[in-house]
């Protein structure tokens, strides 16, 4: 097994994403070899902001209720009836109930997959390299709210410590000055008020004591290209110890 297939695996037991078996494979091999027990406990301190940071989202109310008539419809159209002896149509109730048990079963499975994998190729795309900086950002009162880890494309993932009180039509936005004299660069919006990964194009590497930080702007972004709103924090750049 390669190393990247390993953290693949490893991101999918994270997740619950991972069979049974490979959930049973992978704890056995960290039980062996403490280098894969430190990557596994590396993975669940990566992925622990989005349990602290993301909303619920429970499905709609009555969900299920709704969709099982259009799944006992199609699973009726797509099997021919069977007729009794005296040429009268039988059907397999119990047949159909299991076939909407396994209908339910594979579209929970599926949606869960689809959002879980949206955050494993997001943030193992990313882990998969080192950062090359990383800051910290501290509020007016010097408490931290966010940490920044920039690659050397200048992909770029914030993670944030705390819930922002973000004003009601605006966003935040997260800026950074590669060049001490030069202007503020705008990394992307977080526009949600969550961790996110930014990527932005045809900066220079990121650097030690490369300013960063996240300020409230209007919906959209700010107007002029140049931070406008109040500051939720800022800090310098440091390259990590490796």
């Keep these: 097994m390669t190393d990247r297939s390993l953290d693949l695996l490893i991101d999918e037991v ?30 669940r301190d990566r992925f622990a902001p989005l ?21 006992s419809k199609s699973e009726d159209k ?3 009836p069977a007729s009794d002896s005296s040429g009268g149509d039988v059907i397999d109730l119990e047949a159909v109930r299991a076939r909407l048990s396994r209908w339910r079963s594979a579209a929970m499975g599926g949606i869960a997959a689809s959002l879980l994998l949206a955050f494993v190729l997001g943030w193992t795309l990313f882990s ?26 200048n992909t770029t993932r914030v993670t944030l410590l705390e819930r922002p009180d973000v ?12 060049e001490d004299d030069g202007p503020p660069v ?11 990964i930014l990527s932005v194009e045809g900066l220079p590497e990121p650097h030690p ?13 700010s107007p002029t290209n140049l931070p406008t709103g109040p500051i939720l924090g800022k800090g310098l750049a440091k390259a990590p110890v490796t």
């Design 128 to 153: 998969t390299v080192d950062p090359l900086v990383v800051a910290v950002l501290l509020d007016d009162s010097g408490e931290a709210i966010a940490l920044v880890e920039s690659g050397p494309d």
């Design 209 to 221: 004591s490369q300013l960063y930080e996240i300020t409230f702007e209007p919906a959209g972004g």
């Design 186 to 196: 705008s990394l992307g919006l977080l526009s949600t008020g969550l961790s996110g």
């Design 167 to 178: 004003p009601a039509g605006e966003v935040m936005q997260v800026w950074t000055k590669p």
């Design 14 to 43: 994270v997740l619950g994403l991972a069979s049974d078996a490979e959930t049973a494979r992978l704890e056995d091999l960290a039980a062996r070899d403490p280098d894969i027990a430190m990557r596994l406990a590396r993975a």
């Design 78 to 80: 797509s099997q021919a």
């Design 51 to 71: 349990d602290e940071t993301a909303d619920d989202l429970p499905l709609p109310e009555h969900f299920w209720e709704r969709l099982e008539p259009r799944l």
